[in-house]
């Protein structure tokens, strides 16, 4: 990894997006709208493969962002980082339908955002252990497996309900 403390520094800053990290109150949450913002439109002026891939490679520069702003503040999990609440809710989106009627877009944004946060903030079930891994692979991995777990149970409603979901038009 560099030492450059300055470099490190500043990837320290994007791991918490900032200023998003160091808002007062539910930096996390503020963080989650942020991606499913971001996110939807990538999906919306792209197309699915091109925001897998670039979820792909977010997730992989994010564990780097993660290991610079522990080497630079020496500490396990700290909450000013974000950048693992956009890979978890990025994962999350893949559950929204394919629609053209506007009200059923925002109530499956609504779905994928609640479902991750409440994944994201209980740790049900393995998402916790998940969390004791170590370093920046801690810090992200338990916010995917929360997003992955938001997605398979918004899928599983969707899909009940006979929504096409965005994922099918690979």
Do not use: E, Q, S
């Given at each position: 990894m560099i030492n450059n403390k300055r470099f490190l520094s500043f990837l320290s800053k994007l791991a918490e997006v900032y200023p998003i990290g160091h808002v007062k109150y539910a930096p996390g949450t503020l963080a989650s709208i942020v991606a499913i913002i971001f996110g939807y439109y990538i999906l919306i002026f792209f197309n699915i493969k091109f925001f897998l891939l670039f979820v792909f490679f977010f997730i992989i520069l994010s564990y780097f962002l993660c290991e610079?702003?522990?080497?630079?503040?020496?500490?396990?999990?700290?909450?000013e980082i974000v950048v693992d609440e956009f890979g978890g809710q990025f994962i999350a989106l893949l559950g929204i339908i394919d629609s053209n009627n506007i009200n059923h877009i925002l109530i499956s944004l609504l779905l994928s955002f609640f479902l991750f946060r409440f994944f994201d903030i209980t740790k049900l079930g393995p998402i916790k252990r998940f969390e004791k891994l170590p370093g920046g692979f801690g810090i992200i991995t338990d916010d995917l497996v929360a997003g992955l777990f938001a997605f398979l149970i918004q899928a599983a409603i969707l899909t009940s309900l006979d929504q096409p979901l965005i994922i099918k038009t690979l």
């Open positions: 610079a702003h522990i080497r630079v503040y020496n500490k396990k999990d700290p909450k």
